[in-house]
């Protein structure tokens, strides 16, 4: 049993509230997942840079300070401006590189380090404990944005960790959360080894985020994905996935998990418990719905 809660604001009038809407939703989903947290927001101008690629790691202590290590990288990446922060338990590493240089430059400076998040819009924090704390630890309250998602762990496949918290962010802008457990996932994790797709965890979801994230390098559309991945994945889930400029709700074929969704001409939200959204501005005229067994919902900004 896990918690999700997911938000994309359509009005800009509204954005400055993100962040404090989103730990609103989060704190109605905490007992479904009170050992871990993870959040993604996007959008973000404290965090994020449409020109610069940010990469979110884990934790807020790394072997090298902030200065140290963006003077390292840009030993590594010459023409690259670097800059580091630290914001509760996740370092951000900023710079004018593509994700990929950005990545090898930090495997040579700071080796086997986590990566949690990558890409220009998002910026992702993950933390054990109650999920409140890990929101407050990264001032959730105060973020503003286009759209984010949290989630609350309560662990099955894998162990209690930072690591194995959600969500999956393996592709730039790209975040997967997930409720429930695949069968099937070693299954599919060897054939993606097979295709040289390379893990960090042993978490079922991230086997999910990696099956996703191939499709869609090799070009294939998010909701036709998502359709192909319902097909080849056996178990039962509710999935949210953000992409930078959209967001996708999808359950198992029988719909074993929970999920419902608020729809109006200012936002979309998804949460895995009603009250969740009882306090978003203007749910009283919503569009409140559960989705349908094994259909794909999308929605672009």
């Known amino acids: 049993m896990c918690g999700i809660a997911a938000l994309q604001i359509t009005n800009p009038a509204l954005r400055p509230q993100l962040g404090s809407l989103l730990n609103t939703m989060l704190c109605e989903v905490i007992e479904r997942g009170p050992d871990s947290a993870g959040i993604a927001v996007y959008d973000n101008p404290a965090l994020t840079d449409p020109d610069t690629t940010v990469l979110s790691l884990l934790g807020g202590e790394q072997a090298l300070s902030p200065a140290g290590l963006a003077s390292a990288l840009e030993r590594e990446l010459p023409e690259a401006e670097v800059t580091v922060e630290v914001l ?4 951000f590493v900023s710079g004018q590189a593509s994700s990929t240089e950005l990545t090898a430059a930090l495997e040579t400076v700071l080796p086997g380090r986590d990566i949690i998040g990558r890409g220009r819009h998002v910026a992702v924090m993950k933390g054990v404990g109650n999920p409140r704390d890990v929101a407050e630890h990264h001032g959730l309250t105060s973020m ?3 759209r984010g998602v949290a989630h609350t762990r309560m662990a099955t496949e894998s ?3 930072a690591a194995g918290s959600h969500p999956f962010s393996v592709a730039d802008d790209l975040c997967l959360v997930h ?3 695949f069968s099937n996932h070693a299954t599919i994790r060897r054939d993606l080894e097979r295709q040289g797709v390379v893990f960090d965890s042993d978490n079922d979801s991230e086997v999910a985020a990696r099956y996703l994230a191939t499709r869609l390098t090799a070009g294939e559309e998010l909701e036709s994905a998502l359709e192909h991945l319902g097909t080849v994945f056996d178990g039962f889930y509710t999935l949210v996935v953000t992409t930078r400029d959209g967001m996708a709700v999808v ?3 029988i719909s074993c998990k929970p999920a419902v969704v608020a729809v109006t001409d200012d936002w979309v939200a998804m949460a895995s418990e009603f009250r969740a959204l009882a306090d978003l501005p203007g749910i ?5 719905f559960e989705p349908e067994p094994g259909r794909v919902y999308t929605w672009r900004a």
Request: proline share 5%; aromatic share 0%; no cysteine.
């Open 88 to 91: 509760g338990d996740t370092t």
């Open 144 to 146: 503003t944005g286009t």
């Open 159 to 161: 162990a209690v960790t």
């Open 179 to 181: 409720n429930g457990s």
């Open 251 to 253: 359950r198992d074929p």
């Open 284 to 288: 009283d005229h919503a569009h409140v």
